[in-house]
């Protein structure tokens, strides 16, 4: 498990802005992958948004357009730009990130951060 601190989220109002942020602790394994998953009670997590290594990205459908994801590979850091919010992205939010540790992808999440849109 990689040590994960995630700053940033809190209430919004709807169409407003907030900006998460997550530094990944340093370790000698290669970083595969890093991004937010959110997970409303009663429901599974769902990926928000993926920075691979090969810079592909990958956005949540309800998400597109909205929200940007950022990475520091030197930092090993990643950031979760939301604008123009709604409601329904309130959600726990969770930083993510893949490693290649032994041979094997090792997949570890921060602690949560919490997000609240008002309508």
């Known amino acids: 498990q990689v040590q994960l601190v995630e700053s940033g989220g809190g209430l919004a109002e709807a169409g407003g802005s907030l900006t998460l942020s997550c530094a990944a602790a340093r370790t000698k394994y290669e970083t595969l992958a890093m991004g937010w998953y959110r997970q409303v009670p009663g429901h599974e997590r769902d990926a928000v948004a993926i920075?691979?290594?090969?810079?592909?990205?990958y956005y949540g459908a309800s998400v597109k357009g909205r929200f940007t994801i950022s990475r520091d590979a030197a930092q090993n850091t990643v950031t979760l730009q939301m604008n123009n919010l709604v409601p329904e992205d309130t959600a726990v939010y969770s930083c993510?990130?893949?490693?290649?540790?032994?041979?094997?992808?090792?997949?570890?999440w921060g602690q949560g951060i919490q997000v609240t849109v008002s309508p």
């Open positions: 920075r691979s290594l090969d810079g592909n990205t």
């Open positions: 993510y990130i893949k490693n290649f540790v032994e041979g094997l992808e090792s997949e570890s």
